[in-house]
T-cell receptor, first 113, second 114 residues
């Protein structure tokens, strides 16, 4: 059972456009939702994260939108640049004694110049 | 402040050999997580450790895999009698006290089993 579903699998955007990646989750116990960026041959890098008590969080060109009732959250990359071309992963975590992240399968973003 | 360090970065083993992967967390971080990534897949949780304790190993295969985080030194993920299906990228992440879920990842170890 896939607990975090991510779409699309791949995305092509023109330079300057908006990239949108969506994730949906099932478990209402999740209380932390980060996004990671991964370049080929590198480890995932934490981009931005949100908790369910807010509906939106913005850091520079990156924005997370969170819809608690729909159990969905999305990453928006404004003014997309070729250097943003990477694989993006959403994840979710429960609190308590755990904290391990459950990842989506990833979205490969390609920004065309 | 150095990030999470992992070594080796690449490891080649023949079937039946042992693989030892090392992870040094960021300074001040007390939580260590190991994840495995298969090609074109997301990361899958394996084990969560604090110093001298395994907190959650629900993602670890029942046989051949073990992990430790001793009082001194790096965390070690050990795979005995490797098989071709163990070929993957293994990532370690660490997080600071009180913020388990805020995890910073190392560069990974790419294991290839011939």
């Amino acid at each position: 059972q896939q607990q975090v579903k991510q779409s699309p699998q791949s995305l092509i955007v023109q330079k300057g456009g908006i990239s949108i990646i969506n994730c949906a989750y099932e478990n209402t116990a999740f209380d932390y939702f980060p996004w990671y960026q991964q370049f080929p041959g590198k480890g995932p890098a934490l981009l931005i994260a949100i908790r369910p008590d807010v509906s939106e969080k913005k850091e520079g060109r990156f924005t997370i939108s969170f819809n608690k009732s729909a159990k969905q959250f999305s990453l928006h990359i404004m003014d997309s640049q070729p250097g943003d071309s990477a694989t993006y992963f959403c994840a979710a975590s429960k609190g308590g004694s755990q904290g391990n992240l459950i990842f989506g399968k990833g979205t490969k973003l390609s920004v065309k110049p | 402040n150095a990030g999470v360090m992992q070594n080796p970065r690449h490891l080649v083993r023949r079937r039946g050999q042992e693989a030892r992967l090392r992870c040094s967390p960021m300074k001040g971080h007390s939580h260590v997580y190991w994840y495995r990534q298969l090609p074109e897949e997301g990361l899958k949780f394996m084990v969560y450790l604090q110093k001298e304790n395994i907190i959650d190993e629900s993602g670890m295969p029942k046989e051949r895999f073990s992990a430790e985080f001793p009082k001194e030194g790096p965390s070690i993920l050990r795979i005995q009698q490797v098989v071709r299906g163990d070929s993957a990228a293994y990532f370690c992440a660490s997080s600071p006290p009180g913020h388990r879920e805020t995890q910073y990842f190392g560069p990974g170890t790419r294991l290839l089993v011939l």
